[in-house]
């Protein structure tokens, strides 16, 4: 059964300041998505890693892949206030039809 | 404007009764998904379909049924056996079910049983 674990579930920052949101699986997956969703909001697609060492970057998040060491992070740089929302990761099985999700890392950056 | 439409946006229920939840989209999208997020939890796939007509389980599809007579549309009924359906419901739909295609999430159905 493939697991997924997050790393921090909360995360309080201050503005201008780096982080990084880690996500763990247990086992062999073809690919790796990260969303984000405000409170009550549905969810937004952020980025989707295909292979080992893919390396997405939008804006001040940037997300890469370790297949080998089945991790994903979520490097936050410089935050501000509108980064603030719950940020999951999922890791897919069945070519994107079953997705698993982390728990979700509640960010919040404070001014 | 292309989109994924979820009605209602917030549906209460009284135990013992059967409900279905509306997902319509117009983006063309040949596979459906429907997920649960409970408060302070990540979504869990409740079932999804790859093509009209076809449909399969998630994992935890116990207590809930699909139908997919159109493209367009994946109703999801919660039914009476579901022995704990307050959550929030949401609809996905991705362009071609096995690709790097990413699932776009609708706004979601918040159903609460009293």
């Known amino acids: 059964e493939l697991k997924v674990e997050q790393n921090p579930l909360f995360l309080s920052m201050q503005e201008g300041k780096n982080y990084t949101i880690y996500c763990n699986y247990s086992?062999?997956?073809?690919?790796l998505y990260w969303y984000r969703q405000d409170p009550g909001k549905s969810l937004e697609s952020l980025f989707v890693?295909?292979?080992?060492?893919a390396v997405k970057q939008e804006g001040r998040l940037m997300a890469s892949l370790d297949t080998k060491a089945r991790l994903s992070t979520l490097h936050i740089t410089a935050a501000v206030h509108d980064l603030s929302a719950t940020y999951f990761c999922a890791v897919s099985m069945e070519y994107g039809n079953k997705l698993v999700f982390g728990a979700g890392t509640i960010l919040r950056v404070k001014s | 404007d292309g989109g994924i439409t979820q009605s209602p946006k917030y549906l209460f229920r009284k135990e013992g009764q059967n409900v279905t939840l509306s997902c319509e989209q117009n983006l063309n999208h040949d596979a459906m998904y429907w997920y649960r997020q409970d408060p302070g939890q990540g979504l869990r796939l409740i079932y999804y379909s790859q093509i009209v007509n076809d449909f399969q389980k998630g994992d935890i599809a116990e207590g809930y049924s699909v139908s997919r007579e159109k493209k367009e549309s994946f109703p999801l009924t919660v039914t009476s056996a579901q022995k704990n359906p307050t959550a929030f419901y949401l609809c996905a739909s991705r362009y071609r079910p096995r690709s790097t295609d990413t699932q776009y999430f609708g706004p979601g159905t918040r159903l609460t049983v009293l």
């Open positions: 086992t062999t997956s073809d690919r």
């Open positions: 890693l295909l292979s080992n060492g």
